[in-house]
């Protein structure tokens, strides 16, 4: 089995309770090391990172985040959250959402987020999608990076 980043959990924040069960699921079925941690609201998320500032939850390796959230949409998440320096050093974000547009792109990678995903509709691209999961953490922030046809990574949108 493989981990990704510093292998602590995944944290996935969607407030759709069917796209957090299918990513679940496929997760489960692809059998990576990291625990798997998610929450259906910005506040339940809030929480947690303040747990992560006091050193009672160790950081995750990557979060997952949707951006039609309700009351707190997902680019504000990632503003509160870069603006209280919650990591010491920040996990990638990659937006996992159904909303697909270039201002989209642009709104949260000047945000912060290091790879925009529009979910995906089958589950065999899921799959796809947490098979490559190591390497968008891995790549994401530096250098070229094997693409999923419906990713775009950070530096894709701002070179």
């Known amino acids: 089995m493989a981990r990704i980043g510093n292998g602590n959990a995944i944290v996935m924040l ?3 309770e069917l796209d957090r069960m299918v990513a679940r699921l496929v997760y489960q079925r692809v ?3 990291n625990e798997w941690r998610e929450f259906a609201t910005p506040a339940e998320f809030f929480v947690y990172l303040a747990e992560v500032m006091l050193a009672a939850e160790p950081p995750p390796a990557l979060i997952l985040l949707d951006l ?4 707190v949409s997902g680019l504000e998440v990632l503003s509160r959250m870069h603006a209280v320096d919650a ?3 920040p996990p990638p974000v990659v937006i996992l959402t159904g909303a697909e547009s270039p201002e989209a ?3 949260a990678f000047a945000r912060g987020a290091d790879a925009f ?3 995906p509709d089958e589950l065999e691209r899921y799959a796809e999608l947490f098979e490559r999961l190591g390497d968008l953490v ?3 922030r530096r250098g070229r990076a094997s693409r999923l046809d419906t990713c775009v990574l950070r530096q894709d ?3």
């Open 14 to 16: 969607d407030d759709c």
């Open 138 to 140: 891995a790549t994401g």
């Open 157 to 159: 949108i701002l070179a």
């Open 105 to 107: 792109h642009r709104r």
């Open 87 to 89: 990591f010491d050093e």
């Open 31 to 33: 059998a990576l090391e």
């Open 68 to 71: 039609n959230l309700p009351g």
């Open 117 to 119: 995903v529009v979910k």
